[in-house]
């Protein structure tokens, strides 16, 4: 974008931006059905999102399309995790936590490592509007697909939430 490092570098706070509104807005949210059909929408929005990243040549859109971007890191973030953490029983919990770091942290190095060779390869932008056009149609197929996880949400009928620490 020709753009010197630290105004491309606010591209990152802007993600960031995004991410916290959301995150505010779902946490001052009382009750919300279907988390699972909410998770796998914004996975599915978030495949063009990556591409139009690709695609963008302007800094403003660049810039809007990395608040999307933040706003459905928002959603995937917070909605997974009380997902997994409500639907885990007590006695599992440590253990699934522990794979679920290891997924979020471990394995984003290789997947950035991927990234990496992908862009050497064919350039930047296209892998991005690659990996997009890839998780797009990916997400819209557990959408449709996975009907336990779309219907997934906080609380169960008849339930009350594992944890008093999530109500998101």
């Known amino acids: 974008l020709g753009q010197e490092a630290f105004t491309a570098s606010l591209l990152f706070l802007i993600t960031s931006g995004g991410m916290f509104a959301m995150s505010f807005v779902l946490a001052s949210r009382q009750a919300m059905p279907n988390k699972g059909r909410l998770f796998m ?4 929005i978030g495949g ?7 695609l963008s040549e302007w800094y403003p859109l660049t810039a809007l399309v990395m608040f999307a971007w933040g706003l459905g ?6 909605i997974n995790q009380t997902l997994v953490q409500l639907h885990t029983p007590p006695e599992m919990m440590g253990r699934v936590m522990a794979i679920y770091s290891l997924a ?9 490592l991927l990234a990496g060779i992908g862009a050497s390869t064919i350039g930047a932008s296209e892998w991005l509007v690659l990996s997009g056009a890839v998780l797009g149609p990916v997400a819209l197929l557990a959408l449709f697909t996975q009907g336990s996880l779309r219907r997934m ?16």
């Open 41 to 44: 929408i914004a996975l599915a």
């Open 48 to 54: 063009p999102t990556v591409s139009a990243l690709g």
């Open 73 to 78: 890191g928002g959603i995937f973030v917070n």
């Open 104 to 112: 979020i942290a471990g394995f984003m190095p290789l997947g950035s």
């Open 153 to 168: 949400s906080s609380r169960e009928p008849g339930t009350t939430p594992r944890t008093a620490v999530s109500t998101l």
